[in-house]
């Protein structure tokens, strides 16, 4: 079946750490986003690709990167400079008149 | 700019009550509307859409008609039922294929 994956599902990380979220999806969408989700908020837009080697920042970009090697893969790295990472993490595939959603990264910093 | 505006939650309700979360837009242009839902520890997943004023999108029982004149996009459903406990998120479609999604509406339905 197609979908998308995203893992780990919950991810610990100490102060001063980069992490990489990983997100692979085979349902051949050229379009791939991530977003972030804090308790009692919406999703908030962090990077978007619309296609390979080609990637925009969304609203919330400081303190992360990300690459587009492959169509499939879509992956955020939480850098040290963000300072408040601790959050649900969000990828999905598609475009707007239908994105399908990974099933989230949990990110606790400890 | 662009935005979703949602009602406040939690909404609570007894099975096989009626329900309404409303939600209200701001835009530039005709965007197109989306209802999403989040169960515990998942990802969104398509409710239902609309792309132009007067449409309809439903799935599932659940309904929200495009008003462009009160530019709202209130979900309804007739009778809800304990499995639709649930996070319920509006979105609306702006250039570049990038949703903006409001706060989120958690709906509690008990026995």
């Known amino acids: 079946d197609g979908g998308i994956t995203q893992s780990p599902k919950y991810l610990f990380r100490k102060e001063g750490q980069n992490v990489t979220l990983s997100c692979e999806q085979n349902l051949n969408h050229d379009a791939m986003y991530w977003y972030r989700q804090d308790p009692g908020q919406g999703l908030r837009l962090i990077y978007y690709s619309q296609i390979v080697n080609d990637f925009q920042k969304g609203d919330i970009a400081e303190g992360y990167s990300v690459s587009r090697e492959k169509k499939e893969s879509f992956p955020l790295t939480v850098t040290s400079a963000q300072k408040n990472p601790t959050a649900f993490y969000l990828c999905a595939s598609g475009l707007s008149y239908g994105y399908t959603f990974g099933s989230g990264t949990r990110l606790t910093v400890v | ?111």
């Open chain 2, 1 to 111: 700019g662009d935005s979703v505006t949602q009602m406040e939650g939690p909404v609570t309700l007894s099975e096989e009550a009626f329900l309404t979360i409303n939600c209200t837009y701001t835009a530039t242009g005709y965007p197109s509307l989306f209802w999403y839902v989040q169960y515990p520890g998942e990802g969104l997943q398509l409710l239902l859409k609309a792309t132009k004023a007067d449409d309809k999108g439903s799935n599932k029982g659940f309904e929200a008609t495009y008003r462009k004149e009160t530019t709202s996009f209130h979900l309804e459903k007739g009778s809800v039922q304990v499995s639709d406990s649930a996070v319920y998120f509006c979105a609306l479609d702006i250039s570049k294929n990038k949703l903006i999604f409001g706060a989120g509406t958690r709906l509690a339905v008990h026995p």
